[in-house]
């Protein structure tokens, strides 16, 4: 048990370690993170399409490709919840009969249930993030085809901006809580493979929020 408590708190660390140094390169170097440059790209579009004119069909195309695929992702959330519910006796059975290297002895039974409960919750977080984002993108729908000159009143372009903006937060938000399941579905083989998996992560994340060149 304490070998589990301090590989949880190393990868806690770990992670708040990574997001700390992310935002402070990211206020040093707005260029460099690739999320602020998503949003500009976003706020490029929405002031194309608002000024065009022309752009309807495009408009409502795109947004609903984001939707479909929001959705696709929350569904997933819920079937990673019915199936790890579905094979949650089995897992504890497993995880406290077998134990990898026998570096760990037995995993007790209220530490089997903590790990399954984290990973249902990160499912759980993953779900309303990707719900949230359908919200937002169906709001984003009708706001972008409100008529007006932008040059004019800033009010709509800034409002649909800030609101697709906010989708594709909670779209990047819900990925990640995605992305966060995986070191806690290693630590079922132990506290070692929970470490590894996060030092894994924060690594794929690091080359993932830097902007391409």
């Known amino acids: 048990m304490s070998y589990d408590i301090i590989a ?12 700390l140094y992310l935002g402070r390169r990211t206020r040093r170097i707005p260029d460099s993170c690739v999320h602020a440059h998503n949003a500009r790209i976003r706020e490029q579009w ?6 065009s004119g022309k752009m ?5 195309q795109t947004i609903r490709n984001s939707v479909i695929a929001a959705n696709f992702m929350a569904s997933t959330a819920v079937l990673l919840i019915i199936g790890t519910l579905n094979i ?19 995993t007790s039974g209220v530490l089997w ?41 800033r009010r709509p372009y800034h409002q649909t901006c ?11 938000f819900g990925t990640r809580a995605f992305f966060f399941g995986l070191p806690i579905i290693m630590w ?11 030092l894994g992560l924060t690594g794929g994340l690091a080359i993932l929020d830097w902007t391409p060149s």
């Open 188 to 198: 079922f083989f132990g506290p070692y493979f929970l470490v590894l998996a996060t």
């Open 162 to 172: 800030a609101y697709l903006n906010k989708a594709g937060s909670y779209y990047r």
């Open 46 to 51: 929405v002031d194309m399409v608002m000024n």
């Open 113 to 153: 249930q903590i790990k399954l409960g984290l990973l249902l919750l990160v499912f759980a977080i993953a779900f309303h993030f990707f719900s949230m984002a359908i919200r937002y993108f169906n709001h984003v729908g009708y706001m972008i085809n409100l008529p007006g000159d932008t040059s004019k009143d």
């Open 56 to 60: 309807d069909i495009l408009a409502i």
């Open 8 to 19: 949880f708190a190393v990868s806690c660390l770990l992670i708040l370690t990574y997001y």
């Open 88 to 106: 949650s006796e089995k897992i504890g059975q497993w995880a406290l009969a077998r134990h990898p290297l026998g570096i760990d002895g037995a």
